[in-house]
């Protein structure tokens, strides 16, 4: 049976000036192999765009411009320069890049032949794209792919794309990966981050990591299916600490008090991003 490949989508009502992003979830996610140009590359500077939707209607975008770090598929050589456009942001699906950051770029080529790219596309900082990066690097250079492979580490505090850059790897993170048929295979986390299984056979398996003390409890396990050994299938896990806290609350007297605490981050922007709960999976 044939599975479909995940994907994403995004979605410019011109008028509405809104994005929605639909994704088709499988077993095993090889989005990371999508889009027809893939680089890494460093923002340098960005410009201010206004497209003429009509007559009467303007759209606001961004042009980023980038120096090529290294080429994937279909890019310019390392050092050369590359335009790439995306939204403004306020939900027309614009990525919020950070001059001076280096990322993984997945982008289209359009009929004026100019890149675009935008939050529903792989896109990610490079430190959050270690263990994709390796795996492109295998397929540029025809090596063999890992059957599952992936990144664990800290989350960043805010709850937006732009805060990405924060994310710290987390190394030592025993991980395991358990076939339908009880076969287990472990690894552990590398100082990047990058975990990998290369050659387990095909198969359903269950993949769970053992987080550090210190971090909330790990995610319930995921279910991967490997069709074709050495097939690629990624999993990324953002870790977040545990944020224990207990006492007791009294009175100036010294006697215990019933009823609700409230607890709120001292760091402003701490507390932004708690007011905000949801944005980023992981985030709570």
């Known amino acids: 049976m044939t599975r479909l490949a995940a994907f994403a989508l995004c979605i410019f009502p011109s008028a509405l000036h809104a994005c929605g992003c639909i994704g088709a979830v499988t077993k095993c996610d090889r989005l990371w192999n999508s889009s027809a140009v893939v680089f890494l590359a460093k923002a340098v500077s ?23 770090q290294e080429s994937f598929k279909a890019a310019g050589p390392v050092g050369s320069e590359a335009i790439v456009q995306t939204g403004s942001g306020g939900g027309d699906c614009g990525y919020p890049f950070a001059i001076g950051q280096s990322y993984l770029i997945y982008a289209d080529q359009g009929p004026d032949g100019r890149l675009r790219t935008g939050i529903c596309s792989p896109t990610h900082p490079a430190v959050m794209a270690a263990a994709v990066i390796r795996e492109l690097r295998a397929l540029r250079d025809h090596k063999p792919l890992d059957a599952i492979f992936g990144i664990i580490g800290q989350a960043p ?27 287990t295979y472990s690894t552990q986390t590398d100082a990047s981050g990058v975990f990998a299984f290369a050659s387990p056979s095909s198969g359903d398996y269950r993949v769970e990591s053992e987080l550090p003390s210190g971090y909330a409890p790990s995610p319930a396990p995921r279910e991967v299916e490997i069709t074709t050994p050495g097939f690629g299938c990624r999993i990324e896990q953002l870790a977040r600490p545990g944020g224990l806290i207990q006492g007791t609350v009294r009175n100036s007297a010294g006697e215990p008090l019933a009823g609700f ?3 709120q981050p001292a760091n402003p922007e701490d507390a932004r991003a708690a007011r905000l709960r949801g944005g980023l999976p992981g985030f709570t």
């Not at 960005?46 to 090529?68: C, D, K, R």
């Not at 937006?160 to 991980?175: M, N, T």
Request: aromatic share 10%.
């Open 157 to 183: 505090r805010g709850s937006g794309f732009d805060s990405l850059p924060e994310f710290k790897p987390l190394s030592g993170v025993p991980v395991h990966a358990t076939s339908s048929d009880g076969a």
């Open 261 to 263: 605490v409230t607890v």
């Open 46 to 68: 960005s410009e201010g765009l206004n497209q003429a939707v009509s007559p009467t209607l303007f759209l606001s975008s961004m042009a980023f411009h980038f120096v090529i």
